[in-house]
């Protein structure tokens, strides 16, 4: 369904733009291990790079008129697409993407649950349950991340993710951001503590 347009073995780096690991495959191909570091790090913001840089590749492979970054951006509208393309790819090649619906269903789930719990609940909320939930939001975030990782790796070729498995500048910056975000929302745990919680109501 979704021929590619280039005819580069997977794993050649001949001709390629500079940033190989997204163009290289149909799809983005990164380290297991790089990606739990990137989302974990970051606190689930690589999750949007990711998508953009599925779709991305995905565009330059197909020709497909699509925005990556809107798509990215906005992705409890598009995930369900882009798994789709993910797992017909994959099932052409023979290794079909298992439950891909429910693995988008899981990735909205917990999108809109996070932004109506921080609406609604953002200022009530204990700061020590709100790096609680944070941190397990990242964690399932990375969790299905992998899940397709596995998939696209492995149809591609490069089971370990071995062509990304390097962390570029780019990627410690954003590392550097995350870890300032990870020392604030641990301060406000410890200032809570010490000061015997928030003045208003608290969500426990």
């Not at 990164?30 to 570091?37: A, D, E, F, N, T």
């Not at 809107?70 to 090649?93: C, Q, T």
């Given at each position: 369904m979704y021929e590619s347009k280039v005819t580069a073995?997977?794993?050649?780096t001949a001709e390629l733009p500079d940033n190989q690991a997204l163009y290289q495959y149909d799809f983005?191909?990164?380290?297991?291990?790089?990606?739990?570091?990137?989302?974990l790090g970051t606190m689930g913001v690589y999750s949007v790079y990711w998508l953009y840089a599925q779709w991305v590749a995905h565009q330059k492979r197909t020709g497909e008129d699509i925005w990556p970054i809107?798509?990215?951006?906005?992705?409890?509208?598009?995930?369900?697409?882009?798994?789709?393309?993910?797992?017909?790819?994959?099932?052409?090649?023979g290794g079909a993407l298992a439950n891909h619906a429910n693995l988008a269903w899981a990735w909205i789930l917990l999108t809109i649950t996070m932004r109506i719990v921080d609406r609604v609940y953002g200022e009530q909320m204990a700061p020590?349950?709100?790096?609680?939930?944070?941190?397990?939001?990242?964690?399932?975030?990375?969790?299905?991340?992998?899940?397709?990782q596995q998939t696209i790796n492995r149809v591609s070729g490069d089971t370990d993710g071995a062509s990304n498995a390097q962390f570029s500048f780019a990627n410690w910056f954003w590392?550097?951001?995350?870890?300032?975000?990870?020392?604030?929302?641990?301060?406000?745990?410890?200032?809570?503590?010490?000061?015997g919680g928030s003045s208003g109501p608290a969500i426990i």
């Open positions: 073995e997977p794993g050649t983005y191909v990164v380290s297991p291990r790089k990606l739990w570091v990137m989302t809107p798509r990215a951006i906005f992705n409890v509208f598009f995930v369900h697409g882009l798994f789709r393309r993910v797992n017909d790819w994959a099932e052409e090649r020590l349950v709100d790096l609680t939930l944070n941190i397990l939001v990242a964690g399932l975030i990375a969790a299905i991340l992998f899940v397709v590392l550097f951001v995350g870890a300032l975000i990870w020392f604030g929302a641990v301060s406000l745990v410890f200032d809570a503590g010490e000061t």
